[in-house]
């Protein structure tokens, strides 16, 4: 349990992966064989975003599951490293997540994720960090681990007075709409939110939807329900979408109007990959930095986001507060 006396900002719920990551200069074509480079690091959804929020200068804590292996050994080394607080529920037999990446000259990616031992993660592990949630700011899931726990994450977040972020990636057909009535963050990227208006709503979105006029991409936004949803663009930057039903949270009345489109850092990327967690991880530490302030919490992230595009991997690309800081301070 932790010290009744230290404050958790941030509780990451979610997912460990180990990445086994491929460069090549073009992605192969199906049957075709290309020579690349080999890297493996520390990855998946929920353990980079905890990197992110830690290395931004905020108290984090992390909770997923493993398997009983070389992997499991390394994230816990890499982990202790950083001294981001974390802990690693082990499950005997099963393998710890795994994703095979492949990386293009032009930092695209494409990626195929074996969950292993995320699937494993059960709400009691959830609960037996309960304390944790009584004095947070904000607690952010995924949907790469058992959607059970999940649920049970975001439900402990909202009983306390949390801010609720979910991050519906990477796609899946077991999301429900149960999970969306606990969240009052949305961070999906423009594929996922397609996919969640199809899957749950039965709305099919044209290829290019997020190039509609704000308004009608706001009005959109709103048929999810959820209080806030930013929708993340890559190099186009984000879409931020607030309306005033479902949380109690000061910070969705604050903007003069009810969306924004925010512009994408403007860096020189290399890899891509972990992009989407460094601005969920930065959105997160940025609601503890400026408070009710979406907007500034927004373009904190998307600073967070571009900077780690700059550097190869996944959790060891996440920029520390003060690259952060220095970044904008050049921009």
């Known amino acids: 349990m932790p010290d009744s006396a230290a404050r958790t900002d941030v509780i990451v719920v979610g997912s460990y992966v180990q990445d086994l990551t491929f460069y090549a200069a ?64 082990e499950h ?69 007075g949390a801010i609720t972020m979910l991050n519906p990636a990477p ?36 290829a290019a939807y997020w190039t509609l006029p704000g308004a009608e991409l706001h009005e959109i936004c709103g048929r999810v329900g959820v209080p806030t949803v930013v929708i993340t663009l890559g190099d186009k930057g984000c879409f931020v979408s607030h309306h005033r039903t479902g949380s109690p949270h000061r910070y969705l009345d604050t903007s003069a109007s009810p969306w924004i489109a925010l512009p994408a850092a403007d860096v020189s990327p290399i890899d891509t990959t972990g992009a989407g967690d460094a601005f969920n991880g930065g959105l997160a530490a940025g609601l503890v930095h400026h408070g009710d302030d979406i907007t500034a919490a927004a373009t904190y992230a998307n600073q967070v986001a571009g900077l780690s595009t700059t550097r190869a991997g996944t959790a060891p690309a996440m920029p520390t507060a003060a690259e952060v800081r220095s970044f904008a301070a050049g921009a």
């Open 92 to 160: 005997a037999g099963l393998a710890t997540g795994a994703a095979s990446v492949v990386v293009n000259a032009r930092a695209e990616n494409m990626i195929v994720v074996a969950l292993g031992a995320n699937e494993a993660l059960r709400e009691s592990d959830v609960s037996a960090e309960g304390a944790r949630f009584a004095d947070t700011c904000v607690v952010l899931c995924q949907v790469e681990s058992n959607l059970a726990a999940t649920a049970r994450a975001l439900e402990l977040g909202r009983r306390n």
């Open 26 to 89: 073009e992605f192969p074509a199906p049957g075709e064989s290309r020579i690349g480079r080999f890297a493996t690091g520390p990855g998946g959804k929920g353990f980079n975003q905890a990197v992110a929020c830690h290395r931004l200068g905020v108290e984090t804590f992390f909770l997923g599951a493993v398997g009983d292996d070389v992997f499991a050994d390394g994230v816990r080394a890499f982990a202790a490293s950083e001294r981001l607080p974390a802990s690693f529920v």
């Open 171 to 206: 796609i899946n057909e077991r999301l429900t709409s149960s999970l969306l009535e606990q969240t009052d963050i949305l961070v999906p990227n423009e594929t996922e939110f397609a996919f969640l208006m199809d899957h749950l709503f039965g709305r099919r979105l044209d």
